[in-house]
DNA sequence: CGCAAGATTATT
DNA sequence: ATAATCTTGCGA
């Protein structure tokens, strides 16, 4: 029995509409150097209409990444201590993106953004990667048929009409 | 340049 | 409920 080969997800997988793209993470597999975990815990956010997406107020220096190609990473820092793992999705010039809430590894439950990049060791100096052409970060086939929830978003503000959190049962 | 808010978490 | 901690975006 051999292991199959992992094949990074392709730009067809992250150009469609996000929410879309958060649920059908669930279940994915995502390698981050020497971490391999399924993702059971997903957040859609989008630019135009949502105000809880750092793109709703347009294109800025931090958001930028948003705007740009699908399949790339977006990693920033919040309340200075944390950081939070989002793959962009979309077509270019479209902002949306998938927040990362939560891996299962095989030695622990990682739930949360800000616990899971710490865990990982992931910074601000993982953004802006380019995940589909990539051996050490990226993310590919994993867990089929997962049953999921929805709920609204975690820790928004504004932006709580729309159910976009996403987490996989079992 | 100053300031307020923030896609969080651990602790009280 | 609240502190910890600092980047970002906006207004002056």
Known sequence: MVKKNSIPLEEDFYIRKAPEVAQ?????????????????????????????????????KRSAIMFGSPGYSYVYMIYGMYFCLNIVTEKSGQPAAVLIRGLKLPEINLNGPGKLCRYLQLTTKHNAINLMQNDLFYVTSGIEGVQYNTTSRIGIKQGQDKFWHYTMNN
Do not use: C, M, W
């Not at 150097?33 to 135009?48: H, K, L, P, V």
């Open 24 to 60: 059908e993470l669930l279940g994915k597999r995502l390698v981050f150097n020497q971490f391999s975990g399924i993702i059971t815990e997903t957040e859609a956010y989008r630019g135009t209409d949502d105000p809880a997406s750092h793109a709703y107020l347009g294109q800025t």
